[in-house]
Nanobody, 118 residues
Framework: QVKLVESGGGLVQAGDSLRLSCAVS????????MGWFRQAPGKEREFVAN????????GYADSVKGRFTISRDNTKNTVYLQMTSLKPEDTAVYYC???????????WGQGTQVTVSS
């Protein structure tokens, strides 16, 4: 069992920055992939970014590439999502998730709300 707890969401203005954190506990493994997803009102949940816990290799959705950065701190068992140049369309509930390849994302946090005003 893996437990994920997100924090760091809030209300910001367009152009601001925000850093989300995801604290990971439980039965973890260096082979896990950690991902950030988001879901805006009335829309389906979408992929934002992911990171290989062991190698640190990352991937991003085109909509956030160049603005968001995913990272991890192995000593703190925490994954971060640094968001810059935020836009109103980034408004969503952001979720942290984990998967053990070749499986799907099967552990999810409770989500943290990010609201970007114009």
């Amino acid at each position: 069992q893996v437990k994920l707890v997100e924090s760091g969401g809030g209300l910001v203005q367009a152009g601001d920055s925000l850093r989300l954190s995801c604290a990971v506990s439980g039965r973890t493994s260096s082979r896990y992939y950690m991902g950030w997803f988001r879901q805006a009102p009335g829309k389906e949940r979408e992929f934002v970014a992911n990171i290989n816990w062991s190698s640190g290799s990352t991937g991003y959705a085109d909509s956030v590439k160049g603005r968001f950065t995913i990272s991890r701190d192995n000593t703190k068992n925490t994954v971060y999502l640094q968001m810059t140049s935020l836009k109103p369309e980034d408004t969503a509930v952001y979720y942290c998730a984990s998967r053990l390849p070749p499986g799907q994302y099967n552990y999810w946090g409770q989500g943290t709300q990010v609201t970007v005003s114009s």
